[in-house]
């Protein structure tokens, strides 16, 4: 009997608060580049907001797909300084992240919040990576698995089956975002795992099995292969690495299968 093809590997480079024009121009022309000579890998941007339009520019055309950072989940109005999911498709933009961990730790976004985004995006027809990881304490009081489902269940509340094809997780363990410590390879796996478990609950194990489940918190060009080599890891979320344009393309490449 052939073995399940496992889902395209998809890598987003969240490029969080950095660059400028000219230096996001620049990483993006790199991206692309990388991204052509790795076919078979999903590869999608998160410039901030005000690069949006200057990077799809680039973008237009090739493999690269364009996301933001974050959305509003109300469609318009007397909301100042949010940015809606129209304005979003009208710059080009197909991809959001929903529930990164310094919007739900930082900035203070609720679960309930994360949901209503969300459901935003996909209603609008916009992809969504929905971030979901553990604190330290929680690791290391046993949480893990309790935590990511409780921020799964609720992150998908109302979210149907069809729109499950435009939905990516990301467990992004949060002491190891920006912080040069990676969850190892098993302790990524049993994350996934249990993740995949949820999803298929929620929905059903077909489903589950194809939903991509990315890795993040400090991936780099040294440890992504063995990360993405796991077998229910479908590529990464990368923040820092996703600046440096060589580090970055080593990361596409290697979630190459
Ligand atoms: P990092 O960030 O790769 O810098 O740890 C990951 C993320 O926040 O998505």
Not at 146 to 167: D, H, M
Not at 181 to 189: E, G, H, I, L, V
């Amino acid at each position: 009997m052939p073995l399940p093809q496992r889902p395209i590997p998809i890598v987003g480079g969240n490029w969080k608060m950095n660059t400028t024009r000219a230096t996001g121009s620049d990483l993006a022309r790199a991206v692309r580049a990388s991204a052509e000579a790795a076919p078979g890998v999903e590869v999608v941007v998160f410039p901030p907001f005000p690069y949006l339009m200057s990077v799809g520019e680039i973008l237009k055309g090739g493999p690269v797909a364009l996301g933001a950072q974050d959305v509003s989940e109300r469609a318009d109005g007397a909301f100042t300084g949010e940015v809606s999911c129209a304005m979003l498709r009208d710059c080009g933009a197909s991809w959001v992240l929903a529930g990164h961990s310094e919007r739900r730790h930082v900035i203070g976004e609720s679960d309930a919040l994360v949901n209503a985004k969300t459901r935003a995006a996909l209603a609008a027809g916009i992809s969504v990576i929905l971030c979901v990881g553990e604190k330290l304490e929680q690791r290391e009081a046993g949480q893990t698995n309790v935590v990511n489902e409780t921020q799964i269940r609720a992150g998908l509340a109302g979210v149907e089956p069809n729109a499950l094809s435009c939905l990516v997780i990301a467990y992004e363990p949060v002491w190891a975002i920006g912080t040069g410590r990676t969850a190892s390879p098993a302790d990524a796996q049993a994350a996934h795992a249990h993740i995949r478990k949820v999803l298929a609950s929620i929905y059903s194990p077909d489903h589950a099995s194809a939903i991509r489940i990315q890795y993040g918190g400090s991936v780099t060009s040294s440890n992504a292969a063995e990360l993405f080599a796991q077998p229910d890891v479908n590529g990464g979320l990368i923040g820092g690495a996703s600046l440096k344009p060589v580090d970055f393309g080593q990361i596409i490449a290697s979630a190459k299968r």
